[in-house]
C-alpha cells in the first residue's frame, strides 16, 4: 500500500511543470547525479567510456521535458544531432535515444517527423542505431505510426520500446516482427482501461511478449533491473537454442551496477541507458516511482552538498 501511495506521489511530481523548471537551477542534486551523467554531451561521453572499459556498451538520452514550441523542439533535434556527432567522434561504443515529444509530438507531428527525419539522416551517415523511448499511452499509437513511416527510408536503424503494462503489447509486439524492440515493463501512470494494474500480471506479460519477439526471430532488448526475469530469459534462450547476437540486456545507469558487470562477463551484450542534460528532474521522480526505496540517492545527495 505504501509502495503505491509513494509511486502515485513521484509520478505526480514527475508531471510538475513548475518544478522541472526550479529543479534546472539546483543543478543535479538531490541525489540526481547518481543517476544521470551529467549536464553536457562531453560528461555522458566520458561516461560512456568509462562504461565501456568495463565491457559495458551503452545508449545515451539527452533529456528533455514539456516541450511546447517549434523553437524547443528545433533545439532538441540539434542537441541530438551534436551528440551522434559526438559519438562518431569519440569513437565510443554507443547508440542513441529519444523521445518524441521533445520534438515537438505535441506541438505539430509534421514538425516532430521532420525533426526525426534529420536525426535518422545524420544516423545513418555514422551507423548509429536510434532508439525512439515509448512515453505515456496516449502518445504510443502515434509514435508506432510515425516509426512505420521512417522504416520505409531507415530500416534497421530505428526502433522503439513496447510497454509491458499495456494490455495492447502483445499485438504490437506480433505487429512489429524485425523490429528491433526494447522491452520494459512501464514507468508511467496508466489507466486500467489501457494497462495492467498488479505487478504479477505486468510481469507475467513482461515475460510473454519478450519470449514471444525471440520466437519471431527478432534483436530483443530486454530492459530490466529484475534478476529474476533475467534468469527466466537466460533460461528460455538456452531451451530454444537462441543465440545470445539475437537479443541483449538493459539497465538504467547507476542502478545494480554489479549485476551489470556480471552479465557482460558472462559473455551477454549488456547496455546501459545513460540520460544526461539539465532537464532531469521528471525522469529522476519516474526512477523514484519505479523504486521509492531508491529514495536513499536523493537524501544521500542532500546530505553531501
Not at 537454442?241 to 545507469?253: G, P, T
Not at 541507458?273 to 529514495?295: H, I, K, S, T
Request: proline fraction near 1%; include cysteine.
Amino acid at each position: 500500500m505504501v509502495h503505491v501511495i509513494l509511486r502515485n506521489f513521484f509520478l505526480f511530481l514527475s508531471k510538475n511543470q513548475l518544478l522541472n523548471h526550479s529543479a534546472r537551477k539546483w543543478g543535479l542534486k538531490l541525489g540526481a547525479s547518481q543517476v544521470v551523467a551529467g549536464e553536457t554531451i562531453s560528461q555522458a561521453i566520458k561516461v560512456v567510456r568509462q562504461l565501456n572499459e568495463k565491457g559495458l556498451i551503452c545508449t545515451v538520452d539527452h533529456l528533455g521535458e514539456f516541450v511546447q514550441t517549434k523553437e524547443e523542439a528545433i533545439q532538441s533535434t540539434n542537441y541530438c544531432i551534436r551528440t551522434l556527432n559526438a559519438i562518431t567522434k569519440t569513437g565510443v561504443n554507443c547508440n542513441l535515444s529519444l523521445k518524441l515529444t521533445q520534438l515537438g509530438l505535441d506541438v505539430d507531428k509534421q514538425l516532430c517527423y521532420e525533426n526525426l527525419k534529420n536525426i535518422l539522416s545524420t544516423a545513418k551517415r555514422h551507423n548509429i542505431f536510434v532508439r525512439i523511448d515509448m512515453e505515456n499511452f496516449v502518445h504510443c499509437q502515434p509514435t508506432l505510426e510515425l516509426l512505420e513511416e521512417l522504416r520505409k527510408d531507415y530500416n534497421g536503424l530505428v526502433g522503439t520500446a513496447i510497454q509491458a503494462y499495456l494490455y495492447r503489447a502483445i499485438d504490437d509486439v506480433n505487429n512489429l516482427k524485425g523490429v528491433n524492440l526494447r522491452l520494459v515493463k512501464g514507468a508511467y501512470r496508466e489507466s486500467a482501461k489501457a494497462a495492467y494494474q498488479k505487478k504479477e500480471e505486468i510481469d507475467a506479460n513482461f515475460l510473454k511478449i519478450i519470449k514471444q519477439h525471440l520466437r519471431n526471430g527478432s534483436y530483443t532488448a530486454v530492459a530490466t533491473h529484475d534478476h529474476m526475469i533475467i534468469q527466466n530469459v537466460k533460461e528460455f534462450c538456452k531451451q530454444e537454442q537462441i543465440a545470445k547476437s539475437q537479443f541483449e540486456f538493459q539497465m538504467l545507469y547507476g542502478f545494480r551496477t554489479d549485476l551489470q558487470e556480471e552479465i557482460a562477463k558472462e559473455g551477454y551484450t549488456m547496455r546501459v541507458y545513460v540520460p544526461y542534460g539539465n532537464d532531469w528532474f521528471g525522469y529522476f521522480m519516474r526512477r523514484l516511482a519505479e523504486r521509492p526505496q531508491n529514495v536513499s540517492f536523493a537524501l544521500r545527495g542532500l546530505f553531501s552538498r
